[in-house]
């Protein structure tokens, strides 16, 4: 039905099948007869010239993605029947700006899953006051949406507006008791937020991304949540103890003091926000959780924590917990350019100094054992790093995005030593000059093991008298491959080719791109293929075509034929068939026993490869002596298509 621009259905049919009309592209104009009391599943999904339809009184349910991806909808007006929109059902409608209910005499009860996802265009939208359910997603990203207001439910779904950048405005009925997770997610343009009365639970990340707010204010007469200051508290009646729930982003204090009996600040509580310096915890505080510091705001420059308090210690500023083993955060504001570590510190926790704008230099004792995932990350000016004796494990991303490092300094030992290193720091460690050894002036030699374990790689560091690197070049493959680091007059293994190229296969290495240089075999022992020392030699992978196998099969016939090796996109003829079969005459080859793949005829010119360059049975064609076969052709004479006649 693709050129199917309008149709007129009677209004005696009394229901239409699903997916009906699906992908009519070209369908504008279509009615619905009033003896239908369902517009069922798919009816108008992908039909992206409707850009209005009239739905009659009678319908009672809108079917999943009935009209999902119809990008061109812009109103629609929903009529007094109606009790269900399904999941889907206007999911993609991005032109969809108008959706018109008449909240007084509406039935509407139910509205599904993700049922308004990305209607991008839809500015307003007003729903009756009783319903029974608005399901996950129901709106999300709707990112026209400037204000909405709940009916009388008893939860709000997950991710119901999530996404939705420019509401400024959200009514909660007083009857709602649950906000899920993800329901306000993104709303950077939410500037406050009410919590009625009877809200008992608020879930993962419901507030997370907005930008925008400044405040929350819950009912006084709300038993489980509480504000103070704008800030949102969960209160455990059973411990009589609080829970720093959430800190608005555009709270512009500059200090804060957590409420006495406070015993725990949820993760993501001060993310975002852009004006916080000095927060103040109180002595009863015994868990803060994950992502909790509002990184990449450098704002906060100092955390407190009275004495006393069994869980947590501040020096400085700084967070630690109590035995100050473990260094939990580095206020990202601190305008320090250099710290050194407490030699008790044994890890450096995760995150626990990403986005430091301000520090450029760091000390780590040889107390410390293990820096974390992250522990360093985004740390633009940092310039040097100081690594003590008793580093064993450097975790993933524990230096991303510190692009100013110039020199890591650590104890190598002559004999060398293992620690882990995640896979995707090893191109910061084997930068020529990064690691410098604290007791040596001798280059560092870096060299790479895979563990096996966890996809980490052991590191081996030992000073080397002189040494030079090579590097490996693609050469139009692709991959890459980490330098190696070679002693002077000491004979070296080259590590194994790990590049790939469609269609070739490795054939050696060569000192000039173009193979005219010299050239040394995969994985070939070499010396000194420089006389600098710290000089660096460019090795190019040099490829040959890819060769497969061509093996004839005479599908019925008999004879004897051997196998054939091409070469990928270099012309040359198919063997001639030498099958006989009795009563019939050979017509072709095909790649299917049943002629079923593609064709080729005998003694054909090959240059694209068979089968994607893989090895390929192709099985002889016969016909009848009285029949005869036709093969057409395209325009670049390659067969297409065959007929036996």
Same mark, same amino acid.
């Given at each position: ?116 996802? +990305? ?152 993310? +975002? ?9 109180? $002595? ?24 006393? +308090? ?97 020199? /890591? ?84 293994? $080259? ?102 793949? /593609? ?47």
């Amino acid at each position: 039905y693709d050129k199917l621009v309008s149709i007129q259905l009677p209004n005696s049919i009394e229901s239409i099948d699903a997916d009906v009309f699906v992908s009519c592209d070209s369908l504008r104009t279509v009615n619905i007869p009033t003896a239908v009391i369902e517009i069922p599943d798919d009816m108008f999904r992908d039909c992206i010239s409707l850009e209005g339809i009239t739905i009659p009184e009678g319908i009672e349910e809108i079917g999943d993605r009935a009209f999902m991806d119809c990008t061109k909808l812009k109103s629609i007006a929903l009529p007094d029947s109606l009790r269900v929109i399904s999941g889907n059902a206007f999911m993609n409608c991005r032109s969809l700006t108008t959706v018109t209910i008449d909240v007084a005499d509406s039935s509407l009860y139910y509205i599904y899953g993700s049922a308004f996802e +990305n209607c991008i265009s839809l500015s307003n939208i007003s729903l009756p006051a009783d319903m029974g359910g608005i399901y996950s997603n129901a709106f999300k990203n709707c990112k026209s949406l400037k204000t909405f207001k709940f009916p009388s439910i008893h939860t709000i779904s997950s991710g119901v507006l999530e996404g939705c950048t420019s509401i400024t405005s959200v009514t909660i009925d007083e009857g709602t008791s649950v906000i899920s997770s993800y329901v306000f997610k993104g709303c950077k343009s939410l500037t406050e937020l009410y919590i009625p009365k009877n809200i008992q639970t608020i879930g993962l990340e419901a507030l997370l991304g907005l930008s925008s707010l400044t405040k929350i204010t819950v009912s006084l007469d709300n038993k489980v949540f509480l504000d103070h200051e704008g800030v949102l508290y969960r209160y455990d009646k059973n411990y009589d103890v609080y829970y720093l729930e959430h800190y608005p982003s555009m709270k512009e204090s500059t200090t804060y003091n957590v409420i006495d009996k406070t015993h725990w600040i949820d993760n993501l509580a001060f993310i +975002n926000n852009k004006f916080l310096v000095t927060l103040n915890l109180p $002595l009863c505080i015994d868990d803060i959780g994950e992502f909790v510091w509002p990184y990449g705001y450098p704002s906060l420059t100092t955390i407190t924590v009275p004495d006393g +308090n069994e869980h947590f210690e501040t020096v400085d500023g700084i967070l630690y917990n109590a035995e100050m083993t473990m260094l939990l955060y580095y206020p990202a504001g601190r305008t320090a350019t250099s710290f050194t570590v407490p030699n008790t510190v044994v890890t450096i926790a995760y995150c626990s100094m990403q986005d430091c704008q301000y520090l450029e230099n760091i000390i780590i004792p040889d107390s410390v054992k293990t820096i974390e995932v992250g522990a360093l990350q985004g740390c633009k000016k940092l310039k040097t790093v100081t690594i003590g004796t008793g580093v064993k494990d450097v975790k993933g991303a524990a230096f991303n995005d510190s692009d100013a490092i110039e020199s /890591i300094t650590m104890h190598i030992p002559e004999e060398g030593r293992f620690f882990k290193i995640d896979p995707d720091q090893m191109e910061l460690w084997a930068d020529p000059g990064i690691i410098k050894a604290s007791n040596s002036t001798n280059p560092v030699k870096i060299e790479y093991d895979y563990w096996g374990l966890d996809e980490d790689y052991g590191v081996v560091y030992t000073v080397a008298p002189d040494t030079y690197i090579i590097e490996f070049d693609p050469n139009n493959g692709t991959g890459y491959m980490m330098p190696s680091f070679m002693e002077m007059g000491v004979p070296g293994e $080259l590590p194994e080719n790990t590049f790939k190229r469609t269609y070739y296969e490795f054939r050696e290495w060569n000192t000039m791109a173009n193979g005219r240089g010299t050239s040394y075999q995969d994985q070939q022992q070499v010396v000194d293929l420089t006389t600098v020392v710290g000089g660096t030699v460019k090795l190019y992978a040099q490829w040959d075509l890819a060769e497969y196998e061509v093996t004839f099969d005479a599908n019925g016939g008999f004879g004897e034929m051997g196998s054939q090796t091409l070469k990928c996109y270099l012309s040359t003829p198919l063997n001639e068939n030498t099958y006989a079969y009795d009563s019939k005459t050979f017509a072709f080859w095909n790649t299917d026993p049943n002629g079923n793949g /593609i064709t080729y005829s005998d003694k054909e010119y090959i240059i694209e490869p068979i089968n994607g360059g893989n090895d390929v049975t192709l099985y002889a064609q016969w016909v009848d002596n009285n029949m005869y076969s036709v093969i057409f052709v395209n325009s670049n004479g390659q067969p297409c298509k065959s007929e036996t006649l």
